[in-house]
Structure formats: C-alpha cells, structure tokens
C-alpha cells in the first residue's frame, strides 16, 4: 500500500488510496478463488439447489396460472358478440360462396378469397370442436381464491373481467376480499 500513489496516476484525486484501502479488505473477506483448486471453486453463475419445498410451490403456481388462464381463454372465446351469432350452417354457406368465386377470381383477389376460406375453415373446426366449460370452470373455482392471494387480484377486479359472481363465491372470493 505503501508503493501506492494516487497523485500518480492521471484523475485519481485524492481518496484513491482509501478505495484501494477498501477494494483489498473486501477482497481478504471474500477470499481468493483463484488460489483455490479448480475442483473446489464454486462454479461461474452456480446457484444452491433448491428445496423440494419451492419446486412444489413453483408447482403449483404453475398449476394455478395454467387453470385460470384455460378458464378466461374459453370465457373469451365463448363470450357473447354484439349482432347475430352465426351458425355452423351459415359458414357452411359462406364457404361454398368463397369456393365459386375462387373459380373465375382475379389473381389478387384470389388471395383474399384463399384467406377468408381459411379463416371460415378454422372458424368451423373450433367450433366443431367445442369447450367443456363446466370442467374448466371447475378448475377454475379449486384454484382461484389461492391465485387471487397470491397476486392480488380483487373481486371486483374479476367482475370487470367477467367472471360471474357465482363463479366467483364458489371459489370462496367474496367482495369484501382484496
């Protein structure tokens, strides 16, 4: 320390001795890992394992946030639309309209008309396929009061939503609840 001077080196101002001071005690605390065998260096990034304590709380987190957001998709998906609902036999129809003007289409409205068939065509398919909603929602009651902890979302927060409040006292939330 003594060889050290801070005057010397060109915008050390006075104080540099005192970091250096500093820099070395902290150093002499945390030890020399190079000095150490390779073999007993803790590895670069190397974190503890973690208990099985937190793998099962990440878990189920993980569980909780897959059932609530299967549950709000298929709400989302399945919510009422403003005008008409169409009907599977209407874009049944519509995707025998589209098939005949693709027949005599120009080339750049061929490729809308191949776009919209492809829309009408996943459009059928998803509805075919269908929700079991009541399963979803199911899901949804078990875990929903513990999710809303855990994040903090209010009652009046999953109303807004859309949540029904029936959905919502199954699930043990009630208005008075964060």
Do not use: C
Not at 98 to 117: G, I, S, T
Not at 118 to 131: K, P
Not at 148 to 168: D, F, M, N, P, Q
């Amino acid at each position: 320390m003594e060889a050290f001077h801070g005057a010397n080196v060109p915008g050390w101002g006075q104080g540099a001795e005192a970091h250096l001071g500093e820099a070395l005690r902290i150093l002499a605390l945390i030890g020399d890992t190079a000095s150490m065998p390779r073999s007993d260096r803790p590895a670069p990034g190397s974190r503890s394992p973690m208990s099985a304590e937190h793998k099962e709380a990440l878990k189920a987190g993980r569980s909780e946030s897959r059932a609530v957001r299967r549950y709000l998709e298929a709400l989302d998906r399945n919510r009422p639309r403003r005008g008409r609902r169409r009907t599977s036999e209407a874009i049944r129809q519509q995707l025998e309209s589209v098939e005949k003007r693709l027949e005599d289409a120009e080339p750049f409205e061929r490729l809308h008309l191949l776009q919209e068939r492809r829309d009408l065509e996943a459009e059928l398919a998803s509805r075919d396929q269908g929700v079991d909603l009541a399963t979803l929602e199911e899901e949804f009651v078990r875990v929903a009061a513990a999710y809303s902890a855990r994040k903090g979302i209010s009652y009046s927060t999953w109303r807004e939503w859309g949540v029904e409040a029936a959905v919502l006292r199954r699930a043990g939330i009630t208005r008075g609840q964060q």
